[in-house]
């Protein structure tokens, strides 16, 4: 069974840092992209940043570019997403997810295994 485990969400002022992790059983990263994705109430889930797991390539979107920087362990099995210079719109339900495909991943949100999220405040 493959488990997506988030941790490192929390309440932080807007200017704050926050890392997310995301630890993976059953799985192995190396064959797979793994994204980070969020959902504020009342909007669409949207991809934040991936990474490969074979190349490491990353990418953003733009309204993160330049604040967050994702990363991976590959001994620990995890992904990281240290959040730098966060603002008040951060504030979502984070999920981490992986999948084989990126176009699946930021054209349609879409991925095969999904964790249970982690919530991020950012107050003002």
């Known amino acids: 069974e493959v488990q997506l485990v988030e941790s490192g969400g929390g309440l932080v002022q807007a200017g704050g840092s926050l890392r997310l992790s995301c630890t993976g059983s059953?799985?192995?990263?190396?064959?797979?992209?793994i994204a980070w994705f969020r959902q504020a109430p009342g909007k669409e889930r949207e991809a934040v940043s991936s990474?490969?797991?074979?190349?490491?390539?990353?990418h953003y979107a733009a309204s993160v570019k330049g604040r967050f920087t994702i990363s991976k362990d590959d001994n620990k099995n995890t992904i990281y997403l240290q959040m730098n210079s966060l603002k008040p719109e951060d504030t979502a339900l984070y999920y981490c997810?992986?999948?084989?495909?990126?176009?699946?991943?930021?054209?349609?949100?879409?991925?095969?295994?999904w964790g249970q999220g982690t919530q991020v405040t950012v107050s003002t």
């Open positions: 997810a992986a999948d084989s495909n990126s176009l699946r991943i930021w054209a349609l949100s879409l991925a095969d295994y």
């Open positions: 990474i490969s797991g074979w190349d490491g390539s990353t």
């Open positions: 059953g799985i192995t990263f190396d064959n797979e992209i």
